[in-house]
T-cell receptor
């Protein structure tokens, strides 16, 4: 079993839709959870950072962590064509700052 | 403006040649990282450094080497021993022990093609 599993998609939605992106993980030591957005041929951009379980909201983006289920989610409300990108989940729990990444989900928001 | 720069954006080399990728940051971050990204793959850690003059191997270090002589610089050399060097290379940094070390910030990447 891979440490982090992420559905690669592709996911295509109409503009204005609510998008749900998810990752599951197997390492119970993970405590820090991040979501990155990566546009084509660019470096990833940190979107959300969450410690332990719970929700965190930033504008149209909400990150959820359920440690009991080893499941994390990113919700995008009122999705826009500019949200079209690959979304990568990442997580860590050790003392050496290493991140373990999912493979990314390719999202297209159609106008 | 603070940030991470990587140069060049595109790099072409012949098989058997070593090549060095540049990474510079002016964020005053202690920790720096090198990742490799292949199509359909997540990011895989090559090397990381938590402090000047110290670095550790990541998950796929074979065929790569690094140095960390200055806080702001972390160059990566792709040697001829790397069997499949064509990939998108990403450099990242994080604040380190002083803050939230897990928030890594990435540069724009270097796309290396070896023929």
């Amino acid at each position: 079993q891979k440490e982090v599993e992420q559905d690669p998609g592709p996911l295509s939605v109409p503009e204005g839709a609510i998008v749900s992106l998810n990752c599951t993980y197997s390492n119970s030591a993970f405590q820090y959870f991040m979501w990155y957005r990566q546009y084509s041929r660019k470096g990833p951009e940190l979107l959300m950072y969450t410690y332990s379980s719970g929700n965190k909201e930033d504008g149209r983006f909400t990150a959820q962590v359920d440690k009991s289920s080893k499941y994390i989610s990113l919700f995008i409300r009122d999705s826009q064509p500019s949200d079209s990108a690959t979304y990568l989940c990442a997580m860590s729990g050790g003392s050496n700052y290493k991140l373990t990444f999912g493979k990314g989900t390719l999202l297209t928001v159609n106008p | 403006d603070g940030g991470i720069t990587q140069s060049p954006k595109y790099l072409f080399r012949k098989e058997g040649q070593n090549v060095t990728l540049s990474c510079e940051q002016n964020l005053n971050h202690d920790a720096m990282y090198w990742y490799r990204q292949d199509p359909g793959q997540g990011l895989r850690l090559i090397y990381y450094s938590q402090i000047v003059n110290d670095f550790q191997k990541g998950d796929i270090a074979e065929g790569y080497s690094v140095s960390r002589e200055k806080k702001e610089s972390f160059p990566l050399t792709v040697t001829s021993a790397q069997k499949n060097p064509t990939a998108f290379y990403l450099c990242a940094s994080s604040i380190g022990l002083a803050g939230t070390p897990y928030e890594q910030y990435f540069g724009p990447g270097t796309r290396l093609t070896v023929t």
